[in-house]
């Protein structure tokens, strides 16, 4: 059983989802606003994921998913809008949330989206020790660690970072297609206007800088995907 934390103010769409939730199996925690998240993620044993609203009472919830990011960096994050605003979810994204849906949502779309980040992390988890390391020219990455080792510097990286740069480190200097990224890293079918992926790769991008030659490592080729690759010689 999946031990879920819910984080909202609105207290009947809580228990509605809490209800929804425990049905498919899932254990769910419910808090209402930043300050008790923050207490309560500061103790042991720490949820299998987190579903946050954007806006709560005591403070931002784009805010908190900062502070997630630092302190629990591979802790599964889906973030909810009821705004709803392109920028909200391309922040929230930037900012390294694993999903984002808004609201209203499907509570059926909710547990899938929830179930796929959840399968990510458990993959992660679970995988057989070796390799311990990937490696393609410069770069070192532990999907075990979600931490990619360049110069001897460690970068963190969220489970759909990780995910998304195993799954382009497995085919260098190949493209991948958008909807077979999706499928293989994100474990969902990409839909229209779904950015997702744009995001984790600009993500990717910014957290492990261009090649030694100032080429970026991952390029995007016009109606053939992403690629990641070590630059011209």
């Known amino acids: 059983m999946s031990h879920v934390l819910l984080v909202d103010d609105d207290k009947e769409l809580c228990n509605l989802l809490s209800s929804w939730l425990e049905q498919d199996g899932f254990q769910v925690e419910s ?3 930043t300050q ?3 207490q309560r993620l500061a103790v042991k044993p720490l949820p299998e994921a987190v579903v946050l609203d954007v806006m709560l009472p005591d403070g931002n919830g784009l ?3 900062r502070t997630l990011r630092t302190t629990h960096a591979g ?3 889906l973030m909810l809008s009821a705004r709803g605003e392109p920028t909200d979810r391309i922040l929230g994204l930037e900012l390294g949330a694993d999903d984002y849906l808004s609201k209203p949502c499907d509570p059926r779309e909710l547990t899938a989206r929830l179930k796929a980040v959840l399968r990510r992390s458990q993959a992660s988890e679970e995988r057989p020790a070796p390799p311990v390391l990937l ?5 070192e990455y532990s999907p075990a660690r979600g931490i990619a080792i360049l110069n001897g510097e460690e970068v963190s990286l969220t489970v759909s970072e990780g ?4 799954v382009l480190l497995s085919q260098p200097e190949e493209p991948i297609e958008k909807h077979e990224l999706t499928e293989r890293a994100l474990d969902r079918k990409l839909t229209l206007y ?3 992926i744009d995001m984790h790769i600009s993500n990717l991008r910014r957290k492990l800088g261009p090649n030694a030659n100032g080429e970026p490592r991952i390029i995007s080729i016009r109606g053939r995907g992403y690629l990641y690759t070590r630059g011209a010689s």
Do not use: F, M, N
């Open 75 to 77: 802790l599964p994050v």
């Open 163 to 166: 995910k998304i740069l195993e």
């Open 135 to 139: 490696r393609y020219a410069d770069l």
């Open 63 to 65: 805010e908190l998913l």
């Open 36 to 38: 008790s998240a923050l």
């Open 31 to 33: 808090l209402h606003d």
């Open 194 to 196: 779904d950015r997702s």
